[in-house]
């Protein structure tokens, strides 16, 4: 499996960015295709996934409301749309593809993309 990140960068409080993960060589048809993200000094945490079994989507409570994730099955892509960006939300965020029936524990990642930086400030 390979996982290709793109988007990110700079954003303002407030604003918006959107994220993109094209995923290739998925051969198991039971998977969670998401995000986790990382922050200096802080574990890498989980913020939202999509369940290819029956296409529910996975929030973690402090983006809950802020965050959109969506799949587009044709480009094998899967993006997370982030409004009303925070300061706090400046991380690292990678994506990631787990078998495993939940979402949060990076222990259960099978295979990380190779992260891309974003960083909200005025």
């Known amino acids: 499996v390979q996982l290709v990140e793109s988007g990110g960068g700079l954003g303002q409080p407030g604003g918006s960015l959107r994220l993109s993960c094209a995923a290739s060589g998925i051969i198991i048809p039971n998977y969670r295709l998401g995000w986790f993200r990382q922050s200096p000094g802080r574990a890498r945490e989980g913020v939202s996934s999509?369940?290819?079994?029956?296409?529910?989507?996975y929030y973690a409570d402090p983006v809950k409301g802020r965050i959109t994730i969506s799949r587009d099955n044709a480009k094998s892509t899967v993006y997370l749309i982030m409004d009303n960006l925070k300061p706090e939300g400046t991380a690292v965020y990678y994506c990631a593809i787990s078998y495993d029936d939940s979402w949060g524990d990076a222990q259960y990642i099978a295979t990380w993309g190779q992260g891309t930086q974003v960083t909200v400030s005025s």
């Open positions: 999509w369940n290819s079994y029956d296409g529910s989507k």
